[in-house]
């Protein structure tokens, strides 16, 4: 540790504070989303490395109420959006509305001007309006009458998209999707995790009163990203994150043939810097300065699922990606 701290130049009292500063937001969203452990590094994740998050489920898993959590606990500007297919793209960035009083076109900023933007069924809205966000996402800016107008730091996107219901949606383009990070699956809650939502419900828990204070500032936020950029990692773990890409590319001469013909498209540069990111930060919420295999491997799922295209035929014989994402790491050998 003590020669990874000296080459990294993080001390033991930066990754002091950054321990404290996800232990403020761990309180503070357990007090209000039961579980979703998962989720929450997700989340963190993505707020440390600024990374936007795609959270896949059926209704009613606490997406929403995680979004607002997370918000809240660093005191972060929040906006939802729910996504409907006459959503405009000025609905999102903005306009510019003439004001007759003074003769002029006053700009009005969209919902996307803030910290933290979840939008809810993302794939509900048009091609032309899922493109509006493209440029806030990787421009960080919107444009607004000709003219740039930039977003927030820190900005982070988590989009929400229900896998059961397709009347009345739009397929994410392949672009669209390859600028999200990490794409994380909830699960239902445990019956006691369930029972504990509605003991909470029960006690006002989440009533508006009883909101709890921020748990580290805006400022601690943007601290400990910078920090997460200084975490090491290892040539041997890079060449091992770009080999996991590459096998995806090159699927027939590494895996399996009969599970090598379902992959159509593997994933591009993207995933290599988002494995990258993320275990940076994986590693800083884990209490290190260095990154590790197994914190690519826990993040290989979250990573790859939504960057490997997969044919028909893996539906019609019922296969995952995530089963070939595990065939991918066993085709790459550890460091």
């Given at each position: 540790?003590?020669?990874?701290?000296a080459?990294?130049?993080?001390?033991?009292?930066e990754?002091?504070?950054?321990?404290?500063f996800?232990?403020?937001?761990?309180?503070?969203?357990?007090?209000k989303?039961?579980?979703?452990?998962r989720?929450?590094e997700t989340?963190?994740i993505?707020?440390?490395?600024?990374?936007?998050?795609?959270?896949?489920?059926?209704?009613?898993?606490a997406?929403t109420?995680?979004?607002?959590?997370?918000?809240?606990?660093?005191?972060?500007?929040?906006?939802?959006?729910?996504?409907?297919?006459?959503?405009?793209p000025?609905?999102?960035?903005?306009?510019?509305?003439?004001d007759?009083?003074?003769g002029?076109?006053?700009?009005?900023l969209?919902?996307?001007?803030?910290?933290?933007?979840?939008?809810?069924?993302?794939?509900?809205?048009?091609?032309?309006?899922?493109?509006?966000?493209?440029?806030a996402?990787?421009?960080?800016?919107?444009?607004?009458?000709g003219?740039?107008?930039?977003?927030?730091?820190?900005?982070?996107?988590?989009a929400?998209?229900?896998p059961i219901?397709q009347?009345?949606t739009?397929r994410?383009?392949?672009?669209?999707?390859?600028r999200?990070?990490?794409?994380?699956?909830?699960d239902?809650?445990s019956?006691?995790?369930?029972?504990e939502?509605?003991?909470?419900?029960?006690?006002?828990?989440?009533?508006?009163d009883?909101?709890?204070?921020?748990?580290?500032?805006?400022d601690a936020?943007?601290?400990v990203?910078?920090?997460?950029?200084?975490?090491?990692?290892?040539?041997?773990?890079?060449?091992?994150?770009?080999?996991?890409a590459?096998v995806?590319?090159?699927?027939?001469?590494?895996?399996?043939?009969?599970?090598?013909k379902?992959v159509?498209?593997?994933?591009?540069?993207?995933?290599?810097i988002?494995?990258?990111?993320?275990?940076?930060?994986?590693a800083?919420?884990?209490?290190?300065?260095?990154?590790?295999?197994?914190?690519v491997?826990?993040?290989?799922?979250?990573?790859?699922?939504?960057?490997?295209?997969?044919?028909?035929?893996?539906?019609?014989?019922?296969t995952s990606v995530?089963?070939?994402?595990?065939?991918v790491?066993?085709?790459?050998?550890?460091?």
């Amino acid at each position: 540790m003590l020669q990874q701290t000296a080459a990294t130049g993080i001390d033991a009292s930066e990754l002091a504070r950054a321990q404290q500063f996800v232990g403020g937001i761990v309180r503070s969203f357990e007090a209000k989303v039961v579980g979703q452990e998962r989720l929450r590094e997700t989340l963190v994740i993505g707020l440390l490395t600024g990374g936007h998050v795609l959270l896949e489920s059926v209704p009613g898993l606490a997406k929403t109420t995680a979004a607002q959590a997370l918000a809240d606990s660093v005191s972060a500007d929040f906006r939802r959006i729910q996504c409907t297919p006459d959503l405009l793209p000025s609905d999102i960035a903005g306009t510019q509305i003439y004001d007759a009083g003074k003769g002029t076109f006053v700009t009005q900023l969209g919902p996307v001007h803030a910290n933290i933007v979840l939008l809810d069924e993302i794939n509900r809205s048009s091609a032309k309006t899922q493109s509006a966000m493209l440029e806030a996402m990787q421009e960080r800016q919107t444009s607004i009458g000709g003219e740039p107008y930039p977003l927030p730091q820190p900005f982070l996107v988590l989009a929400t998209q229900n896998p059961i219901e397709q009347e009345g949606t739009y397929r994410l383009p392949e672009a669209q999707m390859d600028r999200f990070m990490v794409k994380d699956v909830l699960d239902y809650p445990s019956p006691a995790e369930e029972a504990e939502v509605i003991r909470r419900i029960d006690a006002g828990v989440f009533a508006d009163d009883r909101k709890p204070p921020a748990a580290v500032s805006l400022d601690a936020v943007s601290e400990v990203q910078q920090l997460v950029r200084r975490v090491y990692i290892d040539p041997a773990i890079i060449r091992y994150i770009v080999g996991l890409a590459y096998v995806t590319r090159n699927a027939g001469r590494y895996l399996e043939p009969g599970l090598a013909k379902l992959v159509e498209f593997g994933a591009s540069p993207r995933a290599s810097i988002a494995f990258s990111q993320a275990a940076r930060a994986l590693a800083i919420l884990d209490g290190r300065d260095h990154v590790i295999p197994e914190d690519v491997k826990k993040l290989a799922h979250r990573v790859l699922r939504h960057r490997i295209v997969l044919g028909f035929e893996a539906v019609v014989e019922g296969t995952s990606v995530e089963t070939v994402i595990d065939a991918v790491l066993a085709a790459v050998q550890t460091p």
